[in-house]
């Protein structure tokens, strides 16, 4: 059986507590990895607006949104290690902590995490608090394993799983690896958390991720 960890300790391991992890990606990588512009996404819409990126590394994409979003949306940058390359400004906070003990203040037109999710423990827990945080037409949109999640046996939970995220609300594309969702929920999971793998090996990145175990 997978020798498993709890988060706290997962959160102190060399794979999740890495500095050099999205250090230096800008705009460009974030429409990339996404597949749409969260810049212009959030302008088409009526201001003001609130845009959260989880997982913000360096923040310097963030720093780089914050000159054609000012006036118009409040940028919050989250992330566990908390090593930004850039300074707080007005219309961007940056904030030191993890997605599975952080909330804002109030609800989120826009979620945003670039390959982070890959490196937390509690993935649905993760999935859960997002989706609870944006507002009634808001957008979630993250980089997603779904063979990251698993039983304790250490087999991926397969098209159970792909299901409950579909009767959930979320779209999820195998090939693309990307998870989506919109709009404001309540997840409640039929799975309870059991721990994390940190040495599961290379996900399709080819970077070394977590694989999240759970019982049905």
């Not at 088409?44 to 949306?73: F, V």
């Not at 390359?85 to 961007?92: I, K, N, Q, Y």
């Not at 904030?95 to 649905?124: F, M, N």
């Not at 919109?182 to 997840?187: L, P, V």
């Amino acid at each position: 059986m997978t020798e498993l960890i709890d988060d706290a300790h997962l959160e102190q391991t060399a794979v999740v507590a890495n500095t050099a992890m999205n250090r230096d990606r800008r705009l460009a990588g974030y429409r990339r990895e996404l597949g749409f512009d969260p810049v212009a996404w959030l302008l088409a819409r009526p201001g003001p607006q609130r845009w959260l990126d989880i997982g913000c590394g360096s923040a310097r994409a963030l720093s780089d949104a914050a000159g054609p979003l000012a006036g118009h949306a409040t940028i919050i940058g989250l992330d566990l290690v908390g090593y930004f390359g850039v300074p707080a400004r007005d219309g961007l906070d940056l904030v030191t902590g993890s997605v599975l003990a952080w909330q804002p203040t109030e609800p989120v037109d826009l979620i945003t995490s670039v390959h982070a999710v890959h490196y937390v423990g509690d993935k649905l827990g993760a999935l859960s608090r997002m989706a609870s945080w944006l507002t009634v037409d808001g957008h979630l949109a993250t980089n997603f394993e779904a063979t990251s999640v698993r039983g304790p046996d250490d087999v991926p939970l397969g098209r159970v799983f792909t299901t409950a995220l579909r009767d959930n609300g979320f779209q999820y594309n195998a090939r693309t690896r990307r998870l989506t969702r919109d709009g404001h929920a309540e997840i409640d999971w039929n799975y309870r958390y059991v721990g994390a793998n940190p040495h599961s090996g290379p996900n399709y990145t080819g970077q070394d991720a977590v694989t999240s175990h759970y019982i049905r």
